[in-house]
């Protein structure tokens, strides 16, 4: 089972380091970046579930696998999250977040098919309109959390890296 948690530790921060990667690319055209560390977040989060010897099932809905962490296990990746970027971030809706995460991963990803049936300009216009209204986050098709993601991995990565060391596997 170590071997097993270590490889998927790999995995998921390989994903975060890839994204790192894209998105200091000023030249980027889509948003692979996000797609990336998202991937590398639910790479984490099962992992972290194997760890806790928890069952699951393969999914993208994170907020039925954060549940499905021991409650003093969400609550200690959680008080570490926080403590990355106080002031910065919110995490008093975590399964609102978890399933913004869930819609881009599984939505976004495809962007065309985000907009089936619209043409190439309207879905510029409809950018375009949302960037002339003040590009107002609540009214974004898709929520990004980009800070709180970046909390959420690191204190996934430090828990599990935690485990590991604790020899108990």
């Known amino acids: 089972m170590k071997a097993e948690i270590e490889r998927m530790l790999t995995e998921g921060m390989g994903r975060v380091h890839d994204a790192e990667l894209l998105s200091k690319n ?3 055209r889509t948003d692979s970046d996000a797609q990336l560390r ?10 972290a579930l194997k760890l806790c010897r928890v069952e699951y099932k393969n999914t993208h809905a994170y907020a039925k696998l954060w549940a499905g962490l021991p409650d003093y296990v969400r609550k200690e990746i959680l008080e570490h999250a926080k403590l990355r970027m106080p002031g910065h971030t919110d995490f008093s809706k975590l399964p609102l977040v978890l399933t913004a995460y869930e819609r881009i991963f ?6 065309y ?14 950018g375009d309109y949302w960037v002339e209204l003040g590009a ?5 098709d898709f929520q990004y959390y980009p800070n709180e993601l970046i909390c959420l991995i690191e204190a996934l990565e430090a828990f599990i890296q935690a ?3 604790n020899n108990a596997l």
């Open 38 to 47: 998202i991937l590398g977040f639910e790479v984490l989060i099962k992992c």
């Open 106 to 111: 599984v939505d976004a990803r495809y962007g």
């Open 136 to 140: 107002p986050i609540s009214e974004a």
């Open 26 to 28: 000023l030249d980027r």
């Open 163 to 165: 485990g590991l060391s």
């Open 113 to 126: 098919e985000a907009y089936a049936g619209w043409s190439h300009e309207e879905v510029k216009d409809y």
